[in-house]
């Protein structure tokens, strides 16, 4: 069966420390793996995903196929990235998601 | 462009009623994706629509049932309501099978049942 899982519900750092959020998954295929992030009073949207190997607001994720991972890492936290992520799966044509149950990233001044 | 819009925000209902929720997806999207998230969890996938065809749905029961218009908007419909379904209730908009897997999310429709 299809399962995100997010071991931290929260995570809290002091600014300019590193930070890295663990996701893990288990899935029968080549899944679509994808970082999304809620801040305070907005509505969820996306971060970064892993098919475009890109790096948004200082955030870069590797998919770990043997480790079946997908950990967000940044070297240098800042007190903006305080939100909650989840770390979501989708099949390869998009038609079905799964999200992990989210972390909330608390980071102190 | 305007972004993924949901409604009601609010509402309460009793248990065994039916509700209706809906959501215009933003402007240019075809696909229509509906989540249940409950309290301290992450969304979980109920459907979606593909040009008004279901095409995909996750592991929620009949009684949870949805729509696509043909201007892409879409409702949620959950008959017999029951306690557990109290929740947030999300809908996301997308290019589907053309895009890349980037969902466009609506601030949601609380339920409350009671």
């Known amino acids: 069966a299809q399962r995100v899982t997010q071991p931290e519900k929260l995570l809290s750092v002091f600014k300019g420390a590193p930070v890295e959020l663990k996701c893990n998954y288990s899935y029968s295929g080549s899944p679509e793996l994808f970082w999304y992030v809620q801040y305070s009073r907005q509505r969820l949207q996306l971060l970064l995903r892993?098919?475009s190997r890109e790096s948004i607001k200082g955030f870069t994720a590797d998919l770990n196929k043997g480790e079946t991972s997908f950990h967000l890492k940044k070297p240098f936290a800042q007190e903006e990235d305080s939100a909650m992520y989840y770390c979501?799966?989708?099949?390869?044509?998009?038609?079905?998601?799964?999200f992990g149950s989210g972390t909330k990233l608390n980071v102190k001044p | 462009e305007t972004g993924v819009t949901q409604s009601p925000t609010h509402l309460i209902k009793t248990r065994g009623q039916q509700v209706t929720l809906r959501c215009s997806s933003q402007s240019g999207h075809n696909t229509v994706s509906w989540y249940q998230q409950a309290l301290g969890q992450g969304p979980q996938f109920i459907f979606q629509y593909y040009r008004e065809e279901e095409n995909g749905r996750g592991n929620f029961p009949p009684r949870f049932s949805g729509l696509q218009f043909p201007n892409y908007s879409s409702e949620l419909n959950v008959n017999a309501l029951e306690l557990d379904d109290s929740a947030l209730y999300l809908c996301?908009?997308?290019?589907?099978?053309?895009?890349?897997?980037?969902?466009?999310f609506g601030e949601g429709s609380r339920l409350t049942v009671l």
């Open positions: 979501a799966l989708a099949k390869y044509n998009f038609n079905k998601f799964y």
């Open positions: 892993h098919i």
């Open positions: 996301a908009s997308s290019l589907g099978q053309e895009n890349t897997g980037e969902l466009f």
